[in-house]
Each structure stands twice: as C-alpha cells, then as structure tokens.
C-alpha cells in the first residue's frame, strides 16, 4: 500500500510561504522582515493557484518563494536587528528605573551600525549589472534632494542626496556622457550612456513640494539608504575610471550661496581643462578657507587676461551661415528620404558623441531670472559651455553677473518681449551712455535671445536649430519626446499635412472646405434678405429719412396733356415685355424651389440680384462634391469586396488575427485623422 501524502508537503504549497510564516521563521519584526527583503532585493511572488500553496483554509494574500526565505535566514544583517532590539530593551529599563544619562549613553555609542556594501556586491557581481539598475536609483535620489525637510524626511539625508547627485551631473558634464532630454508635467527627464548602457531617470521640477501624510516614508527611506549606498559605490568607480578623486571636495559656504554644481571640486588628472571657467566664480576655494593647492591671485588674474583678449564671437547670422556652409560641404551627414507611400521610415544619421558633447562649446549664454537655472547649467555645462552666467540672486558660480557683458552670445528668456517707451533713441554717439544702454525694449545688438526649449530641442537633434523659430513671444515648434519613433500613418506634428495625409483625406477635406464656404455665402445671403425684407416692413424710412419732398405733380400733369395714345409698335413693346416678365417668373420660381430646399426664404426685391449668381454656383459645387463622394464611395466599396475575397481564402486562425490587426490599425488611423483635423482647423484659423 502507497505512503499517504501529507498535505502542504509537495507542489505549490512546499514552493511558497506566508508573509506570517517567513517572520514567525526569521524570528524578526514586521517592519525589520520589509527592510531586509528591501535591502535583499526579495518581492511577493503570485502563485497559479493561491488555495493550494495555503497550507490553511483562512485566505492568504501575499507569497514568498520558500527558497527565498531559507535564503534570508544566513544573512548577517539579521545579527543587527536582534541587537538593535536588544538595546532598545536596555533603554527601556534605563528610562525605567530613571537612569537618563546611561540611556543617553546607550544610544549614543551601542547602538549597532548597520552596512550594507556586502548587500551591494552580492546583488551586483559587475558593474553593467549595478548601470542597469541604476534608473530608479537616481530617479528617487532627485526626487530626495528636492523634498523639504521635516520629521520623516531628516535633513542629513536630503543634503546626502544631493551630494550625490551633484557628483554623479559632474561625471557626465566631464564625460559628455548625456544624451537627451525631455521637459514634461512630471519632470525633465535625462538619459545618459555610461559603457554602452542607457541610463534613464526623472527629475522633478524646481517647486515647492508638499509632504502628505498618505505616504509612507518608512519604505522609500528603506529604499534611499539602499540606493545611497549604491550611488557611492557607482560613483567611486566612475570618478577612478577617469582619473579622478572620490569623493570630491565640496565647497559648504559655497553651497549655501545656492552654488550647487560649483560647490564641487574635481580633483585628479585632466580636470585642470575643466576647471578654468570655475577659477574665475564669485566665490573660490582659497577666499573661502579650504585646504589644499591652489592657484594663487596673479595666475587667477592671467588667466582672466587672456579671455579677455579673445575676440568677440561673430553675430549670430554670420555664425549662422558659418554652420550652413559647413554641413553643405562634403562632409555634411545624408538623409534618408521615404521613397514611397507605406515605405520603411529609416533612422537619420547623427553627430558623433564627441562632436554632439560639445555643441555649445563655443558661445557663451546669459540665464535671466525667470529661466530655469539648475536644468540649463547642468545641460549647457555637458554640452562643452564653459562660460554660463546669471544673476547673482539665482546663487553663486556663474561666469559673470553683468548681463551687459559683450562676450555673451545668447540670452536664455522665458518672458515675452516688453517695449520700454522711456529709453531715449535719439542719444548721440558722443555720449559715454550711449554705448552702455541696452538697445530699445532691453536688448543687447549682436546678441542671440532664445526661449529656454531652444536647448533642449538642439540637444535632441544633435545640431544648432535656427534661433528666430524660439524668439521671445514666438510660437515655438512643438517640444516631442525623443524616444517616441514615428511610425508608419501615424500624425506626426514636425511634418506638413500635405506630407501626411492620404489622397483620399485630402479630398474629404477639400470638400468640407468648399460645403463650408457654400453654408457660409447661404448665411450671408439670407442675412442680406433679412435685411431687405426689415426695410420692405418699413417704407416711411426711405431716403427722405422723414424730410419734406417736394411733390411732383406739375409733371405728372405735362405728362398726360402730352400722352397721344398706343401705337403699333407701343403694343408689340408691351408684348415682348410680358413674355420677358413671364420667363423672369419662371427662372425666380426655380430659385424659390433651390433656396427652399437649401432651408432658405426668398424675397422679390431688387437687391437680390447679386445674390442670384450665388445660389446657382452653389449648386453646381454641390453638383460636383456629390460626383466627387460617389466616386470615392464606389472606390472604397471596390476595396472591400477585394479585402473580403482575399479573407475568405484565409483560414480561420489567421482571420481572426487579420481582424484583430486592421481594428488596431483603423483605430490608430482614426486617431492620427482627428489630430491632423483639429491642426487643419487650427492652421485656418490663424490664416
């Protein structure tokens, strides 16, 4: 006779395990069970069937892999926990017996310290694997470094985020390892390649957040002290990579001057290129106090001497054709053209990643204060500019403060542009302030001025796009996401509609144009026949507007003394009149009919008569859309007799798959015509 099993001894039930069993078994707390699985990177697991892996009949919700959790019971950090809750009962007894000072001292120098660098190298055996990883580290980092301390959020922690955050922009302003980025509701997104691994994060924008209490900050400061760790671990072996020291030195004084990337000093082989624009700041590291080598004034001043001496950058129109006669010489980059409707949209060609690194090297650029500082200075900087002012109430480490300085070549503004009536123009050239006045409505001649989009579109693009489509007030082109790839008869809003849309649309849309204007010159006529008929109802108000006239009746009397009588060929003028009013008769009853039908009155007035030409090139537009429809009906009803024949061959599996695939299409074609629509209606509305 067969061994009877027991039951929860075989299958899903011996594969996974309780939450309530995994803590009775790891013998720890439930908050202490969420933070090791955390730190262990272990998540609940969904089995197939949950009434079998239950070894009891009460329902349970979450699973863990069994094997996970025999896993977890040789892990030293669970060493730490049973300590930590051991000297959290020595407190208790000292606070009892009303020992403060030895309470104090308890958990001041017992309380166990908990590190997690074995965690990092158990999860992550190479370095690829931590890169991979790293998105939603440094997505919950900036979210950190940007939330306001309170209770739940200490303020070591945010200051730790930040740093490094800090230090991790500045391997990618050395490296020109940044790639693209995106201004959306949630944030500007980033992505950066780092030994041919994307790495894509989210940063929030600059606002003032608001801590709820909805959300618990136990967990995600779990997660931050996990991923904090990482980060250094990251960082450390990016800055060695490259030659340079971790963890940099970081300038307090000048971070709290709202420095941010200037309060980092690199230090290392090859920085000495990178750090000449920081030398010339308000601040440096030798006025304030930190230890170390330096340079001494006399260098700092030479060195100025000689950016001084540069020459002014050409005007942004000759700077402009410099560009376009280089891309126009041989080595310009070919495109790939769609060669036909339904045709592959091949990828463009782009900059190399050292030529696109330093596409703002040589220009200089002004922030003015409503711009977004830290986004811009951190994209500028690792696109190769060295010199980024703005004003000194934005924070410390610009190149300069003066906004009238001429070495600037483009001016970030995010206002629109105000005339200033009060600045003189007629000042004579004579005068010393004639020079140092801004041009009429505050601006600088020779000098770019460019809405803060402009950069992120050049970046995405890998060139220098013209500036005048982001002037101040203009109505920029639309900011689209990089990583979203057009695909085939889907809308794109960079493209024409005429690019675009079909033949057949076009067609449809010609002749909505012209129903339009045929419903707009019926308006226009029965507005013109209300107008008629108001004046018909009131005869007193003619041209003598209520002025006496004088009466005409000495003529009328001169001219019956000299009436004769009819003659013959008085009575056949009358004949071919009345012939003549009888065919206007007609031709007016056929009008009547056409206004009728068109839901229109018609009045016999005079004034209708420039009106007449109207309704009969109405109807025979409306004679030729309908041609038109017809045309396009039967067309299309060809179409899907072909379409039906080709299914009834297919079989069944692959019909249902065919069905599926054209309601998938006709919705994404019905989407892409309602956008090109609403765009068709508003491009007419601007014309």
Known sequence: ??????????????????????????????????????????????????????????????????????????????????????????????????????????????????????????????????????????????????????????????????????EFEHYLIITHSLRKSFISIKGIYYQATIQGQDILWLVPHKFVQRVTGDVDFRIMGTFVEFYTTLLGFVNYRLYTSIGLVYPPKFDTKSDERGGELSAIILEGAGVTRERDPEQLTNGTAEEEGMSGPHETNAEIQRQADQLAEVPEPLEESAATDRIMDDDAGTDALDKFEVQGEGADVLDQPRMSDTEAGWLFAPYSFFLSRETPRQPLEFLLRAYGCKRISWDEVLGDGAFTNDENDPSITHQVVDRPPIQHPDVPTDLDEDQPDAEALPARGGRMPGRTYIQPQWVWDCINQGKLLRPDLYAPGATMPPHLSPWVKPSKAAYDPTLSLAEQEGEAEAEQAGLDEEEQQELDQLAAAAHDNAEVDAEDENPDSGADHGMDVASGDSDDAAAVEDFGGFGSDDIGALAGADEDEVEDTRTQDQKELEAEAAGLTYTETSANGSKNGGLASTSSSKGKGEELRKRAAKKRKEEEEELERRKMMMSKKKRKLFEKMAYSNRQKDDEAAKLRSKRRKLEKGKI
Do not use: W
């Not at 001894?9 to 933070?35: W, Y």
């Not at 030293?76 to 017996?97: C, T, V």
């Open 1 to 166: 006779m067969a061994k009877i099993k027991k039951r929860g001894t075989s299958g899903q039930a011996e594969n996974f395990i309780t939450r309530t069993q995994a803590v009775r078994k790891l013998q720890v707390s439930l908050p202490d069970f969420r933070r090791l699985c955390i730190y262990k990177g272990i998540y609940p697991r969904e089995p197939r069937n949950k009434k079998k892996a239950s070894k009891t009949s009460t329902a349970s919700t979450t699973f863990y892999y069994t094997k996970d959790i025999q896993y977890l019971l040789h892990e030293p950090i669970l060493n730490k926990f049973r300590d930590h809750k051991a000297l959290a009962k020595k407190i208790a007894r000292s606070l009892g017996r009303g020992e403060v000072g030895d309470a104090a001292r308890l958990e001041k120098t017992a309380k166990p310290r908990i590190t997690l660098d074995h965690i990092i190298k158990e999860r992550y055996p190479t370095f690829v694997d931590a890169l991979r990883d790293l998105d939603d580290a440094l997505s919950l980092l900036f979210l950190f470094a940007n939330l306001p301390s309170t209770s739940t959020v200490p303020p070591k922690t945010i200051a730790l985020c930040q740093r490094l955050c800090l």
